[in-house]
Each structure stands twice: as structure tokens, then as C-alpha cells.
């Protein structure tokens, strides 16, 4: 045997647990396995690093589909994997990422919560444009080399913590990642149903069969409306959730509850859909004649008439063939205006978000997207509790009031009734964001951030094609907060 292979070989069969230290520090466990932050033994970097171990034993087409996946993907806004580890004693597979610290998910359950505590913090204005243009920017690279993503939700958007790439996003858990060709063939029959509920577009909802790069955008938009408002926009209940059925009543009703039934002027192949026939049969459009995203949005305090809310109207909209690319995204006028996207999106954030927390390893199995409806209405319905709570004594006070004032009175009582202040958010701050240094993918489709004058330039070049797969498993923060999906 040549010697140059079989030393080849040995260093293939290098065991995780000689080289890394990760006992007692999992960090997520889900359908795919578990996932353990890790350093490495012999002290040859001060690296943290993310072991994913995949459930079961041997090899399954789709970890052989994700490991050449992630190979060939070279993105600073791609997760990356950095080594593959395979066991033949136990016949285990282990994936090495690098680790990242936070996700949108648990970032906007930050700010959710502090809402719910009466002490609102917004996402800071320049953080949530660099948040969006490096997703964007991401997506723009997978899309150039033909892959959709399709499960884009803010549990798989990861952000570095403290160290060379703190504040980069980091696109994960492609498990539903798949190649897309021009012209588009139909998927299989068997191809599962696709994207989370919250985020799936439409045109999914309606049965199609020949989707493309938009169902990505959508979600996009989707994201973006939640780092706004911190509150899911089409949030609804997650019932019959591995359902092979795409139609989706209350999720579609959520959609048309915020954004309107669609007009057949703005969305003419709607009619083509599998399932129109069942929406014809279950909506009727004149329940609906009230509700726009504008309105949903200036609840908000988003005006109708800013570049943030223009963007997000083009990233939302309803007809898939008319929505915005993710090329022209990057370009829109939102990210020319101050301040602009930097590749750090902590930079000259002081918000303390909290680290992971380390789980046990007897934790029970990863936690559905039912779970996350039900945190976030128990979430919700914290809130407006605490809101009766106070108008009804504040009422009480005003009874009183208005009785001590009236002693002996007869007849209807006068007084002047409770004046209620307008609910007034912290101001939105919009500090100046410098760089704080980037680095260039290198690979199939290459971005690269310039800086110039403290602002970030976007350029790419097209090279090839590829396709890419992820991570999913369940992390956990502290008390109050609780397991929700962590990807890689």
C-alpha cells in the first residue's frame, strides 16, 4: 500500500476525543444530533469550535450529501466547515465548525422579552441593516451558484461572537438546501415540504411545484420585518407541522391578515396555483379589504413612505415572478443611506445579549416550531397582562378618585375618565458604524467587503456552480430563555 495513503488514512481516523475537549459543554441537540462547543487539546489555537455529531451510525446519503455540500461552499456568510471526523470504532460522524455565539432567534427573543418586562429596547437601526444586507449578501452567493436555501428562518442566521469575525452572520442549517436549474424541472413527489411555516412563501402555501430563488426572499423579507418589530409577522398556530400537504389554512389567513388577499392584477399566475381551487373554496377577499402591510407596519412606527419600509414591500411581495432578487436587494437604496452596513453588526452596539448556556446530556429531544409558536404567545400573553394589569388599576384609581371627589352626588358620575398617553418606544438610534475588518471568501462565487471612508462596498464575482446542506439541533439560554432551534 503506498505509504503516502496510509498516512493519509491515519490521520483520517484521528478521534474527536483525542484532539478536542467538549465534555459537558453541548450547546444543542436536534433531529440530526448533537452539537458540543469544543477546544482544541493540545492547545494549538485558543479556537472555539462547534462538533456536530450525526445520530446513528455509518454513513446516510444525506450526511455524504452534506459533507460534499459544505466542502465546496466558501462564503464569509456561509457557515464553513472546517473537518470531517469519522469514527470506525463506533461509526460515528462528526462535522468541526467554527462556533458561533448568538442567532437571530434568540437576539430578537432579547428584545420580545423586554417588552414583555416594560423596559422596550429596538434593535438598533444600523444592526439590523447590517444584519440584513450580510443575509442578503449570503443568499446572493448561494443563489449565484444555483442553490436555494429554503429554510431560511432566524434560528439558522448565526452571529460570531467576541474574536476575528465578531458580529459576521453566518447562513446555517441548509438541510433542505438544494441545486435549482434554468429552466426550472418539477420537483419530486417525495421532495418534502419545505421552510418553516412562519416563513414560507405563499406561492408554497398554494401547491407550486416549479418554486424558485424567491421563496428565499420572501423568507428574507420575513426576517427583516422581525428585526423590526421583534415580533414574528406571520406568526399563527403550528399545528400538523410534518404535514405533506403544503396547503396551510391559518397560515395562510395570517399572511392575508396582514398584507391583504392579493388583487388578480398584482398576482395573475395565482390562478395557476395546485391549490387555488381550496382557496377560492375557503376565503372570501372582502375579509381582508382592511389589511396592508402598511398598516401592520406604521403599528409599528415604520413609515410608509422610508427605504426601510420600501425594501421590505419589495421583499414581501405576494407574486413570486415580480418579488425582488437578492442582487437587487443589495443595491437598494436602504443601504446608501446613513447608517451604512458595516461587517461587524455589534458594532456600537452596548446591548449585553447572553452567551449559550451548556445543556445536560440527558436533554430531552430538540424542540418543534409549536414550542416557538407557544413561547412566543406565552410571550405575548405576558405582555398584555401585565398591560390589563396596569389599566385596570390605574382605572381603580381613577374610581376612587372620581368617588372621593363626589361624595354625596346622585345621578351619573361626571368625572372625566381616564386619559391615556400615547405609547411612546425608545427613540431609534442611529450611531455612526465604522469597519472593523473583514475577510473575503474564497471559492465558488467570491464577496468581498471594501471599506472607504467607514462604509462597506459589496462586490462578487460568479464562478461555477455548487450546492450546500447544514446543521440543526436546539440550544439553550438561561432561565428565561428556553430551548429554541440552533443551526449549523
Known amino acids: 500500500m503506498d505509504y503516502d495513503f496510509k498516512t493519509k488514512l491515519a490521520a483520517e481516523r484521528e478521534k474527536v476525543e483525542d484532539l478536542f475537549e467538549y465534555e459537558g459543554c453541548k450547546v444543542g441537540r436536534g433531529t440530526y444530533g448533537?452539537?458540543?462547543?469544543?477546544?482544541?487539546?493540545?492547545?494549538?489555537?485558543?479556537?472555539?469550535?462547534?462538533?456536530?455529531?450525526?445520530?446513528?451510525?455509518?454513513?446516510?446519503?444525506?450526511?455524504?450529501?452534506?459533507?460534499?455540500?459544505?466542502?465546496?461552499?466558501?462564503?464569509?456568510?456561509?457557515?464553513?466547515?472546517?473537518?470531517?471526523?469519522?469514527?470506525?470504532?463506533?461509526?460515528?460522524?462528526?462535522?468541526?465548525?467554527?462556533?458561533?455565539?448568538?442567532?437571530?432567534?434568540?437576539?430578537?427573543?432579547?428584545?420580545?422579552?423586554?417588552?414583555?418586562?416594560?423596559?422596550?429596547?429596538?434593535?438598533?437601526?444600523?444592526?439590523?441593516?447590517?444584519?440584513?444586507?450580510?443575509?442578503?449578501?449570503?443568499?446572493?452567493?448561494?443563489?449565484?451558484?444555483?442553490?436555494?436555501?429554503?429554510?431560511?428562518?432566524?434560528?439558522?442566521?448565526?452571529?460570531?461572537?467576541?474574536?476575528?469575525?465578531?458580529?459576521?452572520?453566518?447562513?446555517?442549517d441548509m438541510g433542505f438546501a438544494r441545486l435549482f436549474n434554468s429552466p426550472l424541472k418539477p420537483l419530486a413527489d417525495l421532495d418534502p415540504v419545505v421552510v418553516t411555516f412562519w416563513y414560507r412563501a405563499p406561492e408554497l402555501l398554494l401547491g407550486a411545484r416549479h418554486y424558485t430563488k424567491a421563496i428565499d426572499i420572501w423568507a428574507i423579507g420575513c426576517i427583516f420585518a422581525e428585526l423590526l418589530t421583534s415580533e414574528p409577522i406571520f406568526h399563527c398556530r403550528q399545528e400538523d407541522i410534518k404535514t405533506s400537504n403544503p396547503f396551510h389554512h391559518d397560515q395562510l389567513d395570517r399572511i392575508f391578515s396582514v398584507m391583504g388577499f392579493p388583487a388578480d392584477k398584482d398576482w395573475e399566475d395565482i390562478r395557476k396555483m395546485p391549490e387555488y381551487p381550496t382557496l377560492q373554496k375557503d376565503f372570501r377577499r372582502t375579509t381582508y379589504a382592511n389589511s396592508s402591510l402598511i398598516k401592520y407596519m406604521e403599528k409599528h412606527k415604520v413609515k410608509p413612505d422610508s427605504k426601510v419600509f420600501l425594501l421590505l414591500q419589495k421583499l414581501l411581495?405576494?407574486?413570486?415572478?415580480?418579488?425582488?432578487?437578492?442582487?437587487?436587494?443589495?443595491?437598494?437604496?436602504?443601504?446608501?443611506?446613513?447608517?451604512?452596513?458595516?461587517?461587524?453588526?455589534?458594532?456600537?452596539?452596548?446591548?449585553?445579549?447572553?452567551?449559550?448556556?451548556?445543556?445536560?446530556?440527558?436533554?430531552?429531544?430538540?424542540?418543534?416550531?409549536?414550542?416557538?409558536?407557544?413561547q412566543h404567545q406565552q410571550t405575548t400573553a405576558q405582555a398584555q397582562a401585565q398591560q390589563q394589569s396596569s389599566t385596570q388599576q390605574a382605572s381603580t384609581q381613577q374610581t376612587s378618585a372620581q368617588t372621593n371627589g363626589n361624595t354625596g352626588a346622585t345621578g351619573a358620575n361626571k368625572g372625566g375618565g381616564l386619559q391615556h398617553g400615547q405609547d411612546q418606544g425608545p427613540p431609534n438610534k442611529k450611531p455612526r458604524i465604522g469597519p472593523s475588518g473583514a475577510s473575503s471568501g474564497t471559492g465558488v462565487h467570491q464577496s468581498e467587503y471594501q471599506h472607504s471612508n467607514s462604509r462597506l462596498g459589496y462586490q462578487s464575482n460568479v464562478q461555477g456552480s455548487t450546492q450546500s446542506q447544514g446543521y440543526s439541533s436546539s440550544s439553550q439560554q438561561s432561565s428565561q430563555y428556553s430551548h429554541q432551534s440552533h443551526r449549523y
Request: charged share 30%; hydrophobic share 35%.
Open 34 to 172: 448533537h452539537v458540543y462547543k469544543a477546544k482544541r487539546k493540545d492547545g494549538e489555537d485558543e479556537k472555539e469550535y462547534a462538533l456536530k455529531q450525526i445520530e446513528g451510525t455509518g454513513i446516510s446519503m444525506s450526511a455524504c450529501r452534506e459533507i460534499a455540500l459544505l466542502r465546496e461552499l466558501k462564503h464569509p456568510n456561509v457557515i464553513a466547515l472546517q473537518k470531517v471526523f469519522l469514527s470506525h470504532s463506533d461509526r460515528k460522524v462528526w462535522l468541526l465548525f467554527d462556533y458561533a455565539e448568538h442567532d437571530l432567534w434568540h437576539i430578537i427573543k432579547f428584545h420580545r422579552a423586554s417588552k414583555a418586562n416594560k423596559k422596550p429596547m429596538q434593535l438598533p437601526r444600523g444592526m439590523v441593516k447590517s444584519l440584513l444586507y450580510q443575509i442578503l449578501d449570503g443568499i446572493h452567493y448561494l443563489h449565484a451558484n444555483w442553490v436555494l436555501h429554503r429554510d431560511l428562518k432566524p434560528a439558522n442566521i448565526l452571529v460570531m461572537g467576541e474574536g476575528p469575525e465578531r458580529g459576521r452572520v453566518k447562513i446555517a
Open 317 to 374: 411581495t405576494m407574486d413570486p415572478t415580480k418579488r425582488i432578487t437578492s442582487e437587487q436587494a443589495l443595491q437598494d437604496p436602504y443601504f446608501l443611506e446613513d447608517p451604512l452596513p458595516t461587517s461587524d453588526v455589534f458594532a456600537g452596539c452596548q446591548i449585553p445579549y447572553p452567551k449559550r448556556e451548556f445543556l445536560n446530556e440527558d436533554e430531552p429531544e430538540e424542540k418543534t416550531e409549536k414550542n416557538q409558536a407557544q
